[in-house]
């Protein structure tokens, strides 16, 4: 069975950030670090080289793959800031709907910018997340 290519790792997270070139979105992640752990309650990890996760869990398919993953992530991307989360939650549409200038696909939300969306709205996408996850998971 394939081992998963994103794992956490020792890397540290702010000289991963800090090396973002795009000035906004470094100062937006550092950002977003701080809501990420206000919210989780974990510190922030590396996920592979460039996936800042907050806690894990692990899962297990019927398939028999399993693995570990982060609570809730994301990753400074070129394009966007990707958020990592699963395609289904508790009010998820409702709150998508909410969030201000955002797109999705699948179990991502890409932003350009914190600017572009309410903070507030976001920080209770990822409370439902994380019950989510605990829920499914344990």
Known sequence: MAQN???ETNSNVADFLNSVKDETKRTDS???VEFFEEVSGFPAKLWGPSIVGFGSYHYKYESGREGDSP???FSPRAAAITIYL???FEQREELLAQLG???TEKGCI???KLSDIQV???K???VKQIEHTQALYG
């Open 124 to 126: 209770q996408i990822l």
């Open 30 to 32: 550092f950002k977003l």
């Open 120 to 122: 507030e709205v976001l």
């Open 110 to 112: 890409y932003v350009k």
């Open 71 to 73: 609570l809730v992530a």
């Open 101 to 103: 200038k955002h797109k």
């Open 86 to 88: 699963s395609s289904t």
């Open 5 to 7: 290519k994103t794992t």
